[in-house]
């Protein structure tokens, strides 16, 4: 189970820093999307590992990510 956390830690970092990287550059909403979805990768690193950090961190994340895509939808 723990290579699984550690897959998912890399792929949440990758969409993470691109999430990030698209909101400097300003390209939405593709950054909320790659952003959103490494969120939900870290999330679930969290819960395998039991790292009580890591899900208060990123699991706070999720519904903000989710504002945003449901209002990207509804304005759009």
């Given amino acids: 189970m723990n290579k699984i956390a550690e897959v998912n830690k890399w792929i949440g970092t990758i969409l ?3 999430g990030i990287l698209l909101t400097n ?13 490494g969120v939900i990768f870290w999330s679930v690193s969290g819960y395998l590992l039991r790292d009580k950090a890591i899900l208060t961190n990123f699991g706070f994340q999720i519904p903000i ?12």
């Fill in 16 to 18: 993470v820093l691109s």
């Fill in 65 to 76: 990510f989710a504002f945003g895509i449901i209002n990207f939808f509804l304005t759009s």
């Fill in 25 to 37: 550059l300003n390209y939405y909403p593709l950054n909320i999307f790659l952003h959103g979805s």
